[in-house]
């Protein structure tokens, strides 16, 4: 390395909102006998722990003003953080108007975030927009060629180690490292003040979209061994209770299928309300191979597992509310990937630890199915975004268009195979009976195909669990979309189905509701499709 390359460390300025660590890197500055300039809070710190530090308004000759807003904007910071230390002409520059270089600049921001978060008014969240901040960290970030710059606590003993190691100076490889790393944040803080503003005026899809995020993990690879993978997880002031949120206790990494399948698999059981019951779903490749209701987790579990236990081997396991021991001890009969619930007791989390490759996962609570949210899809050159589906249909939304009324236990499995429909891949066909899936078609290119598929995996099911008819035979049908021509319809009729439950809207609709009649069956609309491409 060129000697040229190690940038010594003579003046330090550190102005934090966040103090952790603050004190233990101040002490090692003065020990290694940098100068160390400083602002209010971060100022007051350092001095009551005996830490030398000199004001920023006693450098600058400018006193602080505005209630602080116009305290680091003057030409000794700035000049300070932006000289090029091998030009000349900026050199004479400093010495002309006796500007000191600044050689570490420390600052993290105003707590913005955190300040909306809480559910600060419109004036407190604006009073929390950094501006002297982030203008002295894309100064420094700019000229990291000669300064170092941080912005996280988590950093300072990276930044203590290289002065160590190089005799009081930097590398340029940790001064680019950081330099990056400052850009990111500010970049991040800017897009947080944009999507509060649009937040604040109505503007649900503003002209310019910022995304921000931080990374969680790096993943071992995505959904193929050639492809590389990250996890990375967005804030909120209440964030949504799932993947990001869930404490693992036991078992390998992640991968990105195991992320993709088990918020999958939340997201849908989250649908069912624990106040009315257990439920549990089994998600295998993001699509369920068995949902179901019960009067316990092991009841729904068992309910869930007889629809495609073939299916179910080597896939994830949602509940909506805690895992106790006697359903953790049915699950560890089969090779499950995950299992992620509310909650696990001590028996449950004992009989799990004993399957080492499983991964337990807690959120502590369930989704809200109801709240509005994005989702946003990648295509080439963009990005494609739209509102959660959010859409729940409920006994009154429902229009019964047949003859023949639909019976109580036709209502409640019609509606939880609709609420089920939501959650799998289009061309999606459910069945359902006594409040649990019994066959599954999903993305299949034409509904009939779906309906079919669902019929024969019922059948291979029920042959699998030695049951003398199929499970279709007396059960409910739910379409995601509307049926476009009477064969989809008259598919689950042949598979025993006495009712359907389907959005409505095709221009054969009168077709199909004379198919319905003819076929003895009961059918509602909804008016509401849930399309999941």
Known sequence: MNDKSLMPIKRALLSVSDKTGLVEFGQFLNEQGIEILSTGGSAKTLADAGIPVKEVASHTGFPEMMD???????????????????????????????????????????????????????????????????????????????????????????????????????????????????????????????????????????????????????????????????????????????????????????SYNNLNDTDAAFELVSEFDPAEGPAVAIIKHANPCGVARGDSYIDAYNKALICDQTSAFGGIIALNGPLDGETAEEISKIFTEVVIATDADEQAREIMSAKKNLRLLLTGGIADPRSVGQTIRTVAGGYLVQGRDNGKVTLDDLKVVTKRKPSEQELEDMLFAFTVCKHVKSNAIIYVKDGATVGIGAGQMSRVDSSRTAARKAIDASEAASLPVPMTEGSVVASDAFFPFADGLLSAAEAGVTAVIQPGGSIRDDEIIAAADEAGLSMVLTGMRHFRH
């Open 68 to 254: 602080g807003r116009v305290k680091t904007l003057h030409p000794k910071i700035h000049g300070g953080l932006l000289a090029l230390r091998d030009n000349d002409d900026h050199v004479g520059s400093m010495e002309e108007h006796n500007i000191g270089a600044i050689d570490l600049l420390v600052v993290n921001l105003y707590p913005f975030e955190e300040t909306v978060e809480k559910g600060a008014d419109f004036t407190t969240c604006i009073e929390n927009i950094d501006i002297g901040g982030p203008a002295m960290i894309r100064s420094a970030s700019k000229n990291h060629a000669f300064v170092t710059v941080v912005v996280e606590a988590g950093d300072y003993q990276d930044v203590m180690n290289s002065i160590r190691d190089n005799n009081g100076a930097t590398s340029p490889e940790l001064r680019k490292k950081l330099a990056a790393k400052a850009f990111a944040r500010t970049g991040a803080y800017d897009a947080a003040i944009s999507a509060w503003f649009a937040s604040e005026l109505g503007q649900t899809y503003p002209d310019r979209l910022n995304i921000t995020a931080t990374k969680q993990q790096s993943l071992r690879y995505g959904e193929n061994p050639h492809q590389d993978a990250a996890f990375y997880v967005t804030r909120s002031a209440e964030p949504r209770k799932g993947i990001a949120t869930a404490r693992q206790l036991q078992g390998k990494e992640l």
